[in-house]
């Protein structure tokens, strides 16, 4: 059994900042990669951004140079740190753990606002 726990979702205001954290937790053998993902409503889920077990990240191009991706891999724990928010990045963000056996999990969801 694998549980992803998202923390740190919130209301702020235009060019604030947040960070959110994500722990794996349970049976979890050979990490390939971990992620966010964000969906707003009437749209469908897309990569904010990737990390893999070597360390290589990938950004959606409207969240580079913004957002950062991290991971302590001895916690199983991965983190986005968000900077300059801008109204459009208001959606529900979901951790994706993905592994090398191919399975595939999701975190609850945490909402983003970003408003004035």
């Known amino acids: 059994q694998v549980r992803l726990v998202e923390s740190g979702g919130g209301l702020v205001q235009p060019g604030g900042s947040l960070r959110l954290s994500c722990a794996a937790s349970?049976?979890?053998?050979?990490?390939?990669?971990m992620g966010w993902y964000r969906q707003a409503p009437g749209r469908q889920r897309e990569l904010v951004a990737v990390?893999?077990?070597?360390?290589?990240?990938n950004y959606a191009n409207s969240v580079k140079d913004r957002f950062t991706i991290s991971r302590d891999g001895a916690k199983h724990t991965v983190y986005l740190q968000m900077n300059s928010l801008k109204p459009e990045d208001t959606a529900v963000y979901y951790c994706n753990l993905n592994l090398r056996s191919l399975d595939i999990y999701w975190g609850q969801g945490t909402q983003v606002t970003v408003s004035s």
């Open positions: 349970g049976s979890i053998f050979s990490i390939n990669a």
């Open positions: 990390i893999t077990v070597d360390g290589t990240t």
